[in-house]
C-alpha cells in the first residue's frame, strides 16, 4: 500500500514539512500556498500578473515565474527557504535582518536567488468592503515589516506579483 506524503504542487525541497499540522495553519499556509501556485502557473507555462511602481504610478504586465524565482520552477536545484534571511542584504542593513516571507535558493550552493514576501489576501476585504477601491490603501494589505524592505527592491507576491522599484 502506498502511503501519501502531504506536500503541496512543486515545493519538493523546503523548509517545511507538510507532514506536520501546524504546517497547513494560517501562519504557514498562506505563504506555501502562492509559492505552489507559481509552480502549477509555470507548469502549465502560464505567467502571473505582475505589478511594478514607476514614477509613482502602478504598471500591469505579466512576468513569468522564473523570473520571479530567479531560476526555473521544475529546476532539481531549486530550494524554497521560508521565514528566512535574504542574506544578500546584510551589507545594507544595521542590525538584524528581518526574515523574508520566502527565500528561493539554489539547493547546491545556497545563493539567494530570490526574496519575496508573500501575502495571500483579498481586497477589498470585511474592513474595506465598504470604501471606494480608489481609497483602499495597498500598505493595509502589505503590512509594516514589508516598508523596510522597500528600498532593497524586494519582490512582493500576492496574488500578482509587485516589484517595488
Given at each position: 500500500?502506498?502511503?501519501?506524503i502531504?506536500s503541496?504542487?512543486?515545493l519538493?525541497?523546503t523548509?517545511?514539512?507538510?507532514?506536520?499540522?501546524?504546517?497547513?495553519?494560517?501562519?504557514?499556509f498562506?505563504?506555501?500556498?502562492?509559492?505552489?501556485?507559481?509552480?502549477y502557473l509555470a507548469s502549465?507555462g502560464?505567467?502571473?500578473?505582475?505589478?511594478?511602481?514607476?514614477?509613482g504610478?502602478?504598471?500591469?504586465?505579466?512576468?513569468?515565474i522564473?523570473?520571479?524565482?530567479?531560476i526555473s520552477?521544475?529546476?532539481?536545484d531549486l530550494?524554497?527557504?521560508?521565514?528566512?534571511q535574504?542574506?544578500p542584504?546584510?551589507?545594507y542593513?544595521?542590525?538584524?535582518?528581518?526574515?523574508?516571507?520566502?527565500?528561493?535558493?539554489?539547493?547546491s550552493t545556497?545563493?539567494?536567488?530570490?526574496?519575496?514576501?508573500?501575502?495571500?489576501?483579498?481586497?477589498?476585504?470585511?474592513?474595506?468592503?465598504?470604501?471606494?477601491m480608489s481609497?483602499?490603501?495597498?500598505?493595509?494589505?502589505?503590512?509594516l515589516?514589508?516598508?523596510?524592505?522597500?528600498?532593497?527592491?524586494?519582490?512582493?507576491?500576492f496574488?500578482?506579483?509587485?516589484?517595488i522599484?
Amino acid at each position: 500500500m502506498n502511503i501519501k506524503i502531504p506536500s503541496l504542487f512543486g515545493l519538493k525541497k523546503t523548509n517545511r514539512d507538510f507532514k506536520n499540522k501546524e504546517t497547513w495553519g494560517k501562519n504557514q499556509f498562506n505563504s506555501s500556498f502562492p509559492a505552489s501556485l507559481c509552480c502549477y502557473l509555470a507548469s502549465k507555462g502560464l505567467e502571473a500578473n505582475y505589478l511594478s511602481i514607476q514614477k509613482g504610478t502602478f504598471c500591469p504586465a505579466l512576468i513569468t515565474i522564473e523570473e520571479v524565482f530567479g531560476i526555473s520552477a521544475n529546476s532539481d536545484d531549486l530550494y524554497f527557504a521560508f521565514e528566512s534571511q535574504h542574506t544578500p542584504y546584510q551589507k545594507y542593513v544595521i542590525g538584524a535582518l528581518p526574515r523574508t516571507d520566502l527565500v528561493i535558493q539554489r539547493e547546491s550552493t545556497g545563493e539567494c536567488l530570490s526574496a519575496l514576501e508573500v501575502k495571500l489576501t483579498a481586497l477589498p476585504d470585511n474592513t474595506t468592503c465598504h470604501f471606494r477601491m480608489s481609497l483602499i490603501n495597498i500598505n493595509h494589505a502589505l503590512g509594516l515589516n514589508l516598508l523596510q524592505y522597500l528600498n532593497l527592491k524586494l519582490k512582493i507576491l500576492f496574488l500578482a506579483v509587485v516589484k517595488i522599484c
